[in-house]
């Protein structure tokens, strides 16, 4: 394996077998020059991407950011496999090293962003805001930056999304499907002329995701008799009739779709999200 490309001690650019990969480990670069073999013993995580797009990408992002991020996503990335016990596309590498540099800027210039999304984030996918727990602790280790909780959400969404194999796919496709049917019902019912750039419309969106995502992943339990949800949802039918009685549709259909069951917790949910549009 040689050295093609020296971004710092610790990332390299090499190319084996008339491949192109990008190796990253402690001290890898390190008194190295273009043309000289590789100490694969340092190798840490490397990244071999099939098309040379990724390598474009790649290229033009170290030419903006400095390359100690990318050794800090792959880190992260490393992590979150090991935790997860899954694997994440070499895309990622880009999307999250861009992500925490413009994440560390605006913490520097104070001009931090809201997450909308961290309750459902944490709540629905608690795995996943682990990592995000342990990405901002590692960042806060090597730069002496503690980014706020927000970002914590922001990073675990970054690993929701690109979860690889074709099961995931397969079930992308399905939460796909499952979504245009929902909103179909919701239009049809409830919301003909909605606003998709409301904001609350993108919550119901996301919302969802989130529902359609665990129901599919067999995160949902079945129905179990919970006397504050029945009485919620009671409550729920009688001051929201429309909001409610859509959502009951929805509700159906889901469970048609899928063979499973959903409590009255996903109802009343929904049925929130919906009236806060029809209150917009």
Known sequence: M??????????????????????????????????????????????????????????????SISSEYIEIASHIITMAEEHLATTFDDYLLIGLADHIQYAVTRWQSKLPIKNELLWET???????????ELAV????????????????????????????????????TQMIQLIEGILTIIRYELLPNIDES???????????????????GNHVEDEVENSFDRVMAEHMAQRYVA???????????????????????????????????LDH
């Open 198 to 216: 409301e904001l609350n419309y993108q919550r119901l969106i996301v919302h969802l995701r989130f529902f359609v995502d665990r129901l599919l």
């Open 137 to 172: 602790d590692y960042i806060a280790t090597r730069l002496n930056i503690k980014l706020p909780v927000d970002e914590v959400g922001f990073i675990a969404l970054k690993f929701v999304e690109k979860r690889n194999g074709p099961q995931e796919n397969e079930r992308a």
């Open 122 to 132: 944490q709540h629905f996918y608690p795995e996943e805001y682990h990592i995000g």
């Open 2 to 63: 040689l050295v093609k490309k020296i971004f710092n001690n610790n990332v390299l650019l090499a190319e084996e077998a008339s491949q192109e990969l990008i190796v990253i480990g402690r001290g890898v670069g390190f008194q190295q020059k273009i043309g000289g073999q590789i100490d694969v013993s340092k190798i840490e995580k490397s990244y071999c991407p099939q098309d040379d797009q990724w390598i474009k990408l790649f290229n033009e992002l170290t030419d």
């Open 243 to 277: 909001a409610f009685t859509c959502a009951q549709h929805v509700i159906t259909y889901v469970a048609k779709q899928t063979q499973r069951q959903v409590n009255d917790n996903e109802k009343i949910y929904l049925t929130m999200h919906l009236q806060r549009i």
